[in-house]
């Protein structure tokens, strides 16, 4: 992803709050310290169905968000 952001495409990364630190220090490493990050409560293995869905309800609008991001920064 840090790659593909590098080169000017919009992209993002879901990552559950324990990884968090790791992700903004990845993406810092690999060159795009403006690499979003979509947190999801963690853990996502092992939960039922219906909290997953719950989950992603949860994660729509900072999806929404950053699309509209993306859509106004290709705008420019």
């Known amino acids: ?3 593909l952001r ?3 495409l919009y ?3 879901v990552c559950s709050t324990p990884f968090e630190r790791l992700g903004h220090a990845q993406a810092k490493v690999f060159g ?3 690499l979003p990050l979509l947190m ?7 939960i039922e169905i219906d909290e997953v869905r719950a989950r992603a309800q949860q994660a729509l609008p ?8 993306a859509q ?3 705008a420019v």
């Open 1 to 3: 992803m840090a790659e």
């Open 6 to 8: 590098k080169r000017g």
């Open 11 to 13: 992209t993002g990364v």
């Open 32 to 34: 795009a310290p403006d």
């Open 40 to 46: 999801i409560q963690h853990p996502l293995g092992g």
């Open 62 to 69: 900072k999806v929404l968000e950053l699309i509209a991001a």
């Open 72 to 74: 106004k920064e290709q």
